[in-house]
């Protein structure tokens, strides 16, 4: 159980982050959500499991406000057990088209975040002799698909970050892993499902089937709730020595 311990997840607003906090919630975690739009249904959801919930509105492209979301949960949620780094963005465009300043953003919140937080987070976690940081990758940070320069660069940092701090973490009760979602049916990828009917003229249903054909041997998009469940099997007893792992969910899209 993780009755008494406090999670931190960035970008849980919504999707795989909202889904994350409410499997880490049901085993007993208090959580600190962070991320934009409907805050307070999230909330309201992960209260109705009988535990604590905060929310930080941290941009988290500006380290700025990373110092302050940190410090918020450090000093008024009583201080970070669990880190799950999975706020992300995603943009689309082939490379010599890509604007610079998405680049830079995307590189600011899918990957420099995940550094500002394990640094300043680290430290209580070492005084407190206990961690979990989850950082959630990618497929993208295993493989590469055309259009997403910035999202695969981001994400493949993101697995050797992630490998730094498991070895920097290996001498003690702290890990750091990394989960690599395939397709789960969210509203970044509803996004890229609705461009891709619009650009293609075919229907939504069409464009939703093709892009998991394209890529992923199941057909099925992954949940939020597996991944969920993912991360407290992470935060468990038995996973304590799984460090710097890059634990793929993604319906076999990286077995071909
Ligand atoms: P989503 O768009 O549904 O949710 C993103 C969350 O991050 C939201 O809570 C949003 O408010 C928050 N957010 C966005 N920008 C932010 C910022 N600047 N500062 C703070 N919070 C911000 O996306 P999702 O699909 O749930 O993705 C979550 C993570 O999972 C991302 O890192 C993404 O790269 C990764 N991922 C998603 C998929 C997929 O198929 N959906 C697959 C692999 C990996």
Partial sequence: SLAGKTALVTGSTSGIGLGIAQQLAEAGANIVLNGFGDVAAAQAQIQALGVQAWHHPADLSDPEQIDALCAFAANECGGVDILVNNAGIQHVARLENFPPAQWDKVLAINLSAVFHTSRLLLPAMRARGWGRIINIASTHGLVASSGKSAYVAAKHGVLGLTKTVALETAHSAITCNAICPGWVLTPLVAQQIADRA?????????????????KQPSGQFVTPAQLGALAVF??????????????????????Q
Avoid at 198 to 214: F, H, W, Y
Avoid at 236 to 255: I, N
């Fill in 198 to 214: 619009t650009q293609q003229g075919i229907s939504p249903q069409q464009a939703q089937q093709d892009l998991l054909v394209e």
């Fill in 234 to 255: 992470l935060c468990s007893p038995a996973a304590a020595e799984v460090r710097g792992a890059a634990w793929a969910m993604d319906g076999g899209w990286t077995a």
